[in-house]
């Protein structure tokens, strides 16, 4: 159980063009979804918190025009990057919050993102 | 600022040994606490969670905390090669975003 996905796992683009990556929770609801970005050799960076049917918590420094958040339902969460350009290029993972006491996170595989 | 230390290795142990990987927390508050592990170019992986003080173990793991301390460790026991990643741990307070430390990189050798 507790499986989500990412589609794509990989993504090449050109500078300017707009990117949406998916995050589903495949076999339970998510009232919460977080996006994460990954630098080579960095640690973890939340990007937003992504509530279902409420606007998305942006982070400070993360421009919540360039990086688009929609949860549109309990399974289902996307990331557009808007206008990308190439320091853009990173690894964005999702995770999908299980509920319960404990509140675990379990991680989408990640989407490579690479924009030349 | 609520921050999560690790120590961020390598921490070099031969196959067979006992890895001891260690994380301190600022948040007195922190209810939960995490063990992801993530090797490289993939995501984390869930490999413990534990929210009481003392001793969680599975399998090969043990998860030990230690509030007053604001401690948490991680025992890796019979270390092999695949278990040679990077150690991620995070914590949080109900309903909050994770807090990932950086991360210690383990080295299993053969």
């Known amino acids: 159980g507790a499986v989500v996905s990412q589609h794509p796992s990989r993504v090449i683009c050109k500078s300017g063009t707009s990117v949406k990556i998916e995050c589903r929770s495949l076999?339970?609801?998510?009232?919460?979804m977080f996006w994460y970005r990954q630098f080579p050799k960095q640690s973890l960076m939340l990007m937003a918190t992504?509530?279902?049917?409420?606007?998305?918590?942006?982070e400070q420094g993360v421009e919540k025009d360039k990086f688009l958040i929609n949860h549109a339902s309990l399974t289902l969460s996307t990331l557009t990057v808007t206008s990308a350009h190439p320091e853009d290029s990173s690894f964005y993972i999702c995770?999908?919050?299980?509920?319960?006491?404990?509140?675990?996170?379990?991680f989408g595989p990640g989407t490579r993102l690479t924009v030349l | 600022q609520k921050e999560v230390e690790q120590n961020s290795g390598p921490l070099s142990v031969p196959e067979g040994a006992i890895a001891s990987l260690n994380c301190t927390y600022s948040d007195r508050g922190s209810q939960s606490f995490f063990w992801y592990r993530q090797y490289s170019g993939k995501s984390p992986e869930l490999i413990m969670f534990i929210y009481s003080n003392g001793d969680k173990e599975d399998g090969r793991f043990t998860a030990q905390l230690n509030k007053a301390s604001q401690y948490v460790s991680l025992l890796i026991r019979d270390s092999q090669p695949s278990d040679s990643a990077t150690y991620l741990c995070a914590v949080n307070q109900a309903g909050t975003a994770l807090i990932f430390g950086k991360g210690t990189t383990l080295s299993v050798s053969s």
């Open positions: 995770s999908a919050e299980s509920g319960g006491s404990t509140d675990t996170q379990y």
């Open positions: 076999d339970f609801q998510a009232t919460t």
């Open positions: 992504s509530n279902e049917g409420s606007k998305a918590t942006y």
